[in-house]
C-alpha cells in the first residue's frame, strides 16, 4: 500500500526520495532472487520424479490371475498380476503363492497425473523370534519374548543364514538367537527362511566376581540387568578410537565402570555364555590450554583544550 508524505523543506522532501530509491534498488535483487530459489517452476515437458508408497492390505479374492485386496481404511482394488513383480520371504514369487486371506504389501509409485500404479506385491509371512532352546528332527523350539515357546519346522527347501553368511539346518544350536518367517499354525511355523545369530549384550558392567560380570543393559543400565559367564575360551578385544583399530587384551581390562558388548549363546537360566567380549576404552578429552587474558589499561593523552574567547559587547 502506497503513502504520500508531504514535507514542506524541499531539501528534507529530495533527501527521503532519494533513501527510498537507494533502499528500493538493494532489496529488490535479494528478494528476487530469494523468490527465483523458492518457487522455481518445474521445467516444462520433464517427467516429475515418482513418489512410491506401501500400503498394507489383505487378500479378499482370487479370479485367475486377478486378485482383490482390501485395506483396513476401505481401500480395495482387484488388481491384474500378469506382469507384476511378486515376492515370498524375499524371493521370487508366482500368483499361485497367493490365497484368500494373507496379507501383502503393496507397493505403488504415484503417476504426474495423480493416479497410482501397482509395482510389486510382497506376501508378508508369519514371524517367530527368540532364542533356540530345543532341537529335534527336521524342528527346534524357540523360546519367545513372553516366555512361552513356539515349535519351528523346516525342510530341505527352507533357507537358512547364520549371521550374514549363507548355512544349513546343522547350523541350528541351543543358545542362539533365531528370527523364522512362514505360516504360523497355533503355536507352530512351518519356516520358510531362518535367520541365525549369537546372544549379544550390551552395557555397562556393573560388578565382576570371579568369572561372571553382571552388566546393566543400554548406556545408563535403564533396560535391566544380564549375567554374562566367561571362560578359558573367551577371547576380549580392547576397542579404542577411531584412528586405532581393535586389539587383543585379557579380562582384567574389564572393569566397573567400562562399557563392554558381548557375543555368544544364552543358557537355560537367561545368563550368557561369552565366547567374546569387546571392552570400549574410555574416551580422552585433551585438556584445554588455560590463556590468562591480560587487560592493559587505556593510556589517554592529555587533550590540549584552546582557551575559549568571549567577544566583549560594545555597550553604546
Do not use: C
Not at 508378508?124 to 516366555?147: E, M, N, P, W
Amino acid at each position: 500500500m502506497a503513502r504520500t508524505l508531504i514535507i514542506r523543506n524541499r531539501r528534507g522532501i529530495v533527501a527521503l526520495l532519494g533513501a527510498v530509491v537507494i533502499l528500493a534498488a538493494m532489496t529488490a535483487p535479494a528478494a528476487m532472487g530469494r523468490a527465483t530459489a523458492l518457487h522455481a517452476p518445474h521445467p516444462a515437458g520433464a517427467p516429475k520424479p515418482a513418489h512410491a508408497i506401501t500400503r498394507h492390505a489383505t487378500v479378499t479374492g482370487i479370479a485367475g490371475s486377478v486378485v482383490t485386496l482390501t485395506a483396513k481404511d476401505g481401500w480395495s482394488r482387484s488388481v491384474e498380476t500378469a506382469g507384476l513383480a511378486i515376492t515370498r520371504a524375499g524371493a521370487a514369487a508366482t500368483v499361485g503363492a497367493i490365497t484368500i486371506g494373507i496379507r501383502v504389501d503393496v507397493r505403488e509409485i504415484r503417476n504426474a497425473e495423480g493416479t497410482y500404479t501397482i509395482t510389486e506385491l510382497r506376501i508378508v509371512l508369519d514371524k517367530v523370534r527368540g532364542v533356540v532352546t530345543g532341537l529335534g528332527a527336521g524342528s527346534f523350539t524357540v523360546r519367545i519374548k513372553d516366555g512361552s515357546t513356539r515349535t519351528v519346522t523346516f525342510t530341505g527347501a527352507t533357507v537358512f543364514q547364520l549371521d550374514k553368511t549363507n548355512a544349513t539346518s546343522a547350523a541350528v544350536a541351543v543358545g542362539l538367537e533365531a528370527s523364522a518367517q512362514g505360516t504360523l499354525t497355533g503355536t507352530t511355523l512351518a519356516a520358510e527362511r531362518v535367520h541365525l545369530g549369537p546372544a549379544h549384550a550390551g552395557g555397562t558392567v556393573l560388578s565382576i566376581s570371579g568369572s561372571t560380570i553382571t552388566i546393566g543393559r543400554g548406556k545408563h543400565g535403564q533396560h535391566g540387568n544380564v549375567t554374562v559367564q566367561v571362560g578359558g575360551s573367551t577371547s576380549y578385544v580392547l576397542v579404542g578410537p577411531k584412528s586405532a583399530g581393535p586389539t587383543a587384551t585379557t579380562l582384567a581390562a574389564v572393569v566397573a565402570g567400562s562399557r563392554i558388548d558381548v557375543r555368544g549363546l544364552w543358557n537355560a537360566h537367561g545368563s550368557l555364555a561369552a565366547t567374546t567380549v569387546r571392552v570400549h576404552a574410555p574416551k580422552v578429552h585433551a585438556a584445554k590450554p588455560h590463556v590468562v587474558k591480560q587487560h592493559v589499561p587505556k593510556v589517554h593523552a592529555p587533550g590540549v583544550h584552546a582557551p575559549k574567547v568571549h567577544a566583549s559587547k560594545n555597550q553604546g
